[in-house]
């Protein structure tokens, strides 16, 4: 299985703040990994898929990129409602794996 | 798009099986995969598995695959996940998900989740 390292498992920032998450997949999953947002008691929420692709209306501060198996997603300026927890999801491979998750605090 | 409509909350006893169901409206199931997700609470989320009612064909993560079943009712667009020989562990938010675009692997469509508790 595809195994997915995630860092850093929580970080603390200020509205404002650029804010990074990144993922290393275990394997060669080219561009083939998705990034979610799960807020307290919702549903995760679709925000980048293949790596960069933006979803349709999500804000343009949330990004992605790749190099290689290292995956970054990007807050260019966190807002109150960024706060989450946020994973990455690869689908290169059956069976598909999410990180650990991220939680982003204020 | 096809909107995804899940089963109420479940709670079982160790040992027996849950059935839940997932429901898409405003579309055919047909042209979906349908992926079911768990959520043990305060834990990320895990992958149990994929229903591809195109193919009648599924895909399920290696530890669940002795004991989870996947089906779809194409004429009731009801796709539905049975797990066996439950324990405290299984206890979880269950989600199916699936495709908002061409990328079958991103899950832009969710159901509301059902929750399933296990215990004696």
């Known amino acids: 299985d595809v195994q997915i390292t995630q860092s850093p498992s929580s970080l603390s920032a200020s509205v404002g703040d650029r804010v990074s998450i990144t993922c290393q997949a275990s394997q060669d999953i080219a561009k083939e990994l998705n990034w979610y947002q799960q807020k307290s008691g919702k549903v995760p929420k679709l925000l980048i898929s293949d790596a960069f692709n933006l979803e349709t209306g999500v804000p343009a501060r949330f990004s992605g990129s790749v190099s290689g198996t290292n995956f970054t997603f990007t807050i260019t300026s966190l807002q109150t409602e960024d706060i989450a927890t946020y994973y990455c999801q690869q689908y290169a491979h059956l069976p598909f794996t999410f990180g650990p998750g991220t939680t982003v605090h204020l | 798009q096809v909107q995804l409509v899940q089963s109420g909350a479940e709670v079982k006893k160790p040992g027996s099986s849950v059935k839940v169901s997932c429901k898409a409206s405003?579309?055919?199931?047909?042209?979906?995969?349908i992926n079911w997700v768990r959520q043990a609470p305060g834990q990320g989320l895990e992958w149990v598995g994929r229903?591809?009612?195109?193919?009648?064909?599924?895909n399920y993560a290696h530890k669940f695959q002795d004991r989870v079943t996947f089906v779809a009712d194409k004429s009731t667009n009801t796709a539905s996940m049975e797990l066996n020989s439950l324990t405290s562990e299984d206890t979880a938010t269950y989600y199916c998900a699936t495709r908002s675009s061409g990328n079958f692997g991103a899950f832009g469509i969710w159901g509301q989740g059902t929750k399933l508790i296990v215990s004696s």
């Open positions: 405003g579309g055919s199931l047909s042209p979906y995969t």
């Open positions: 229903f591809i009612p195109l193919l009648d064909m599924a």
